[in-house]
């Protein structure tokens, strides 16, 4: 049995959400927090990627200034990918740097979602018909899937930072 594409506005929502449930889970002393960085750092480039490469195009006519906001919306991506490897070259969980890089990755991310949320994902719920956001879905989903588990390491990190710089 094939699956039917979700919603793509569906999809990002719950990538933002897992996002910020991982940023919480780095925050606690009774997580495993190195783990959820590279659960987070996975998800963000793969989410990021697959936004870049599937949501924006498809979603320029949507916006009052398509062009700026997409690079807009790259330009985050890239800043939280920075902040992000900058905490991944962290050694000491939990020490004082760790927290300081920690809380500025918290507020590039809020940046990201606050700004994707509201430029693109509006956008898509005013402009595209629940079968063009399901089409999307699939499109954003296959993408995101096959850069999923390649980019939570430092070294993709690093790689995916420097290929942008």
Do not use: Y
Request: proline share 2%; net charge negative; glycine share 6%.
């Amino acid at each position: 049995m094939t699956a039917v594409p979700q919603d793509v506005v569906e999809l990002i929502l719950k990538d933002h959400r897992t996002m910020e449930d991982l940023l919480r889970l780095m925050r606690s002393v009774e997580a495993d927090r190195s783990a959820a960085l590279l659960d987070f750092a996975d998800l963000f480039i793969a989410h990021g990627e697959a936004t870049e490469l599937t949501v924006h195009p498809a979603l320029r006519f949507c916006v009052d200034a398509p062009a700026e906001a997409a690079q807009h919306c790259a330009g985050q991506n890239l800043e939280g990918s920075k902040v992000l490897l900058a905490l991944l070259e962290v050694a000491v969980t939990g020490s004082w740097e760790w927290d300081w890089r920690l809380e500025q990755l918290t507020r590039a991310v809020a940046r990201h979602i606050d700004d994707e949320e509201r430029t693109f994902l509006n956008g898509a719920c005013e402009h595209l018909s629940r079968t063009d956001r399901r089409e999307l879905g699939g499109a954003f989903a296959a993408a995101r899937g096959r850069l999923f588990t390649s980019g939570g390491t430092l070294d993709a990190v690093h790689c995916f930072v420097h290929d942008r710089v």
